[in-house]
């Protein structure tokens, strides 16, 4: 069973940038899908970002391409979410998930375990 906690959330003003942590116990999750979803308020889960396993296939959603980058550290057991450039629209609870084999990465669907989530506001 595999655990995954999300850190680094926190308030931010526009412009800067945040790296978001997914740490994995329970499993070796480097040999897992992992993706970054986000949730604002009033509105679903999206997908933001993942990467595949084996091949570390990198994809993003389209308005977080160039400020937004995952990455996975095999030492460690941890996903990160390296935000740059950040925008109020980027407001939202963050969530680490991951996923077996080769799933559909776009949508929560494709993805067995999840993180609690962490809160990341932007402000103006």
């Known amino acids: 069973q595999v655990q995954l906690v999300e850190t680094g959330g926190r308030s931010v003003q526009a412009g800067t940038s945040l790296t978001l942590t997914c740490t994995g116990s329970?499993?070796?999750?480097?040999?897992?899908?992992m993706g970054w979803f986000r949730q604002a308020p009033g509105l679903e889960r999206d997908f933001v970002a993942a990467l595949r396993w084996p091949t570390d296939n990198i994809y993003y959603k389209d308005v977080v391409k160039g400020r937004f980058k995952i990455s996975r550290d095999n030492t460690k057991n941890i996903v990160y979410l390296q935000m740059s450039s950040l925008k109020p629209e980027d407001t939202a609870v963050y969530y680490c998930?991951?996923?077996?084999?080769?799933?559909?990465?776009?949508?929560?669907?494709?993805?067995?375990?999840w993180g609690q989530g962490t809160q990341v506001t932007v402000s103006s």
């Open positions: 998930a991951a996923g077996e084999g080769q799933p559909f990465l776009f949508s929560q669907g494709g993805y067995k375990f």
């Open positions: 329970g499993a070796n999750i480097n040999t897992y899908a």
